[in-house]
């Protein structure tokens, strides 16, 4: 038996029963799930966490399922890595990359949200499951799908990377690319949606789905020793990572299990597409959707569905957000992956050229503990540096032409 209590509106507050609703149908506001949480607090501890098998699912009172987990067993309580390498180039004492480029089955925090949806959508005794994607829930729905034995149809932009468009089209499903942005895509599905009784994770299952990335934010606290950070720095497409990764830490403190909470979150967008950040810069909670034109092509949403949302979360938090070009991005792939030994996809280059770039401005102090979410592989990404790295070196198979390259390495 689960603790979810139902949906609610986040806007009119109206209640809803658990099914497969994702607005209100009075004010057409977005539908979360609410908890009993005095419940969870009699069974939950950290005591019993700890006990039991490190995934997502250790927090599963947390989660809106009503029987077993049964999918993405493998997924979740991926790294919280020290970064001290980069943390002395960024001038800073305590820094921490959430790795989610490792663990995950398809290699990104895509595989925590899609375990929480499917598992819902086989308790709700769908047969199809279905998501519009910029590549990384493409991925995880084609997986994730196959091995619970979906039918799957995936919706993406014609214009993906050819990478991540074979990184799906391997689990077969029905992959639709559709000529237009991921706007288009998802205004599409929506029609899609109300035609056809399929999951689509990120539409009628969405409250469902969202819920899966508080596990980010469960495993941050317990990998700090049961400790919120200071700060965290968040990448935002849609804008529900962030809002999702502070829900989780005011969970924790609502269930007793964190006992102190003074976090500010901070957004992390390109230039080319940050209506959130710059929504946070002019001091309004009013998005303007903007057309993306940037290299990380999986935060390219111009039109967030939790933007709003997101910037209450920095307003409330007392956090903030920045942008970074492309150039930029690229650089702190570069940064990240020299430092750290960690590549990252694009999403991750926006998150360190980010954080460096609050550091620099102040608005991350030098003391304090600062968590940066990298949420996916740079394998999935890598023509973003075609052009940007060194060559390698090319030698004859002689001891005198390695000699000659070592001698211009170390001139």
């Keep these: 038996m689960g603790y979810v209590r139902g949906l609610k509106c986040r806007e009119c507050s109206r209640e809803y029963p658990v099914n497969p609703i994702y607005v209100c149908e009075f004010c057409f506001g977005p539908l979360e799930c609410v908890y009993d949480y005095k419940g969870i607090s009699a069974v939950l501890s950290r005591k019993e966490i700890q006990r039991r098998?490190?995934?997502?699912?250790?927090?599963?009172?947390?989660?809106p399922i009503d029987g077993e987990p049964q999918v993405g067993l493998y997924s979740g309580y991926t790294p919280l890595v020290e970064a001290k390498n980069l943390a002395e180039e960024l001038g800073v004492k305590r820094l921490y990359i959430k790795d989610d480029t490792v663990v995950h089955p398809t290699l990104s925090f895509?595989?925590?949200?899609?375990?929480?949806?499917?598992?819902?959508?086989?308790?709700?005794?769908?047969?199809?499951?279905?998501?519009?994607?910029?590549?990384?829930?493409a991925?995880?729905?084609?997986?994730?799908?196959?091995?619970?034995?979906?039918?799957?149809?995936i919706f993406i932009p014609a214009s993906l990377e050819l990478s991540k468009i074979v990184a799906s089209l391997v689990y077969d499903p029905h992959l639709i690319a559709v000529d237009g942005n991921y706007d288009d895509v998802n205004r599409l599905c929506s029609e899609i949606a109300n035609k056809y009784n399929w999951a689509f994770v990120n539409i009628n299952i969405r409250p469902f789905y969202a819920e899966g990335s508080k596990t980010i934010g469960f495993e941050i606290v317990e990998q700090l020793g049961w400790h919120a950070p200071d700060n965290v720095v968040v990448p935002c497409a849609s804008g529900s990572l962030l809002t999702?990764?502070?829900k989780s830490f005011k969970e924790f403190e609502e269930v007793g299990i964190l006992k102190k909470l003074n976090t500010r979150v901070f957004a992390a967008q390109a230039t080319g597409c940050g209506p959130i950040v710059t929504a946070v810069k002019h001091h309004t909670d009013v998005i303007r959707p903007v057309k993306p034109d940037t290299v990380a092509k999986s935060l390219a949403i111009g039109n967030p569905a939790d933007g709003y949302y997101a910037?209450?979360?920095?307003?409330?938090?007392?956090?903030?957000?920045?942008?970074?070009?492309?150039?930029?991005?690229i650089d702190a792939m570069k940064l990240l992956a020299r430092t750290e030994g960690i590549f990252a996809e694009t999403a991750g280059g926006v998150t360190v050229a980010v954080?460096?770039?609050l550091i620099e401005q102040g608005a991350i102090g030098k003391d304090e503990t600062t968590v940066v979410c990298v949420?996916?592989?740079?394998?999935?990404?890598?023509?973003a540096l075609q052009g940007h790295t060194s060559e390698p070196y090319h030698i004859s198979t002689n001891m005198s032409s390695f000699e000659e390259v070592l001698e211009r390495i170390r001139g």
């Design 110 to 137: 895509k595989d925590r949200v899609v375990a929480v949806a499917l598992t819902k959508a086989k308790e709700f005794g769908f047969d199809t499951v279905s998501c519009a994607s910029t590549g990384n829930l």
């Design 244 to 246: 999702k990764v502070w």
């Design 355 to 357: 954080t460096k770039k």
């Design 311 to 329: 910037v209450k979360v920095t307003q409330e938090t007392g956090g903030g957000g920045e942008e970074a070009t492309d150039q930029e991005i």
């Design 139 to 153: 991925h995880s729905v084609s997986a994730h799908g196959a091995k619970a034995g979906f039918n799957r149809f």
């Design 375 to 383: 949420t996916g592989n740079g394998l999935k990404t890598k023509e």
């Design 53 to 63: 098998e490190k995934n997502l699912w250790r927090y599963k009172e947390l989660l």
